[in-house]
């Protein structure tokens, strides 16, 4: 009964919020779908690189170069990638092996960031859209106050009212979709910074 109400008082916020509250709505959704999405790459890769790590050790300690190479054509995840860029290079420097592995970085950086821009560009503009409700909530307020002729409270309060939960809600969204971005960011680039050192000193036994 007290779950019933909580929901039908937060369908009623949402209606007196008006427009604003749908593209609110939207990114919200947004943020809450590419943050579980990029929580579970991102966990995956970190999975696969420390289940990878020993065993390409062992292989490249023990001079087998191709069983490591064959063994990272086989296994997800960014470290694999990383050696297997390098390892193809049969016949390359180790500058030119150095300069292959910070392509390979570069790229994984940007596949575990991938849609994260979308997070921070809902950060950004989603107090504007608050905003663009507050304005509108206040325009309301006045219309509403033209029409009838007076400022009473109840004459105004539904256009306050849609100023103040949107502006509300906006900021929420902002605030939220900030947090998601700076976590999922450090937390990629701490990932593929990791992934990198491994890769070097793996890559140091082959030379």
């Known amino acids: 009964m007290q779950e019933t109400g909580s929901k039908l008082l937060l369908v009623a916020y949402f209606q007196q919020g008006g427009i604003a509250m749908y593209p609110l709505l939207l990114a919200s959704i947004l943020v809450f779908g590419i943050g579980l999405e990029r929580i579970r790459a991102i966990a995956r890769a970190g999975r696969a690189d420390a289940a990878l790590l020993e065993p390409l050790r062992s292989l490249l300690t023990g001079g087998r170069a191709d069983e490591a190479s064959a063994l990272c054509a086989a296994q997800p995840g960014p470290l694999a990638r990383l050696v297997a860029s390098s390892l193809s290079l049969t016949k390359a420097t180790p500058a030119q092996r150095q300069k292959a592995l910070e392509r390979a970085v570069s790229r994984e950086t940007t596949n575990l960031e991938r849609y994260l821009s ?10 504007f859209v608050g905003l663009l409700g507050t304005v509108l909530g206040i325009m309301r ?7 009838a002729g007076s400022a009473g409270g109840a004459i105004v309060a539904a256009g306050i009212a849609e100023a103040l939960i949107t502006t509300a809600t906006g900021l929420f969204v902002a605030i939220t979709a900030v947090i998601a971005y700076n976590h999922l960011t450090t937390w990629a680039q701490g990932l593929t910074t990791s992934a990198q050192l491994d890769a070097e000193e793996l890559l140091a036994m082959v030379e």
């Open 118 to 127: 979308v997070i921070a560009t809902i950060a950004s503009v989603s107090p």
């Open 141 to 147: 307020a006045f219309r509403d106050m033209g029409v």
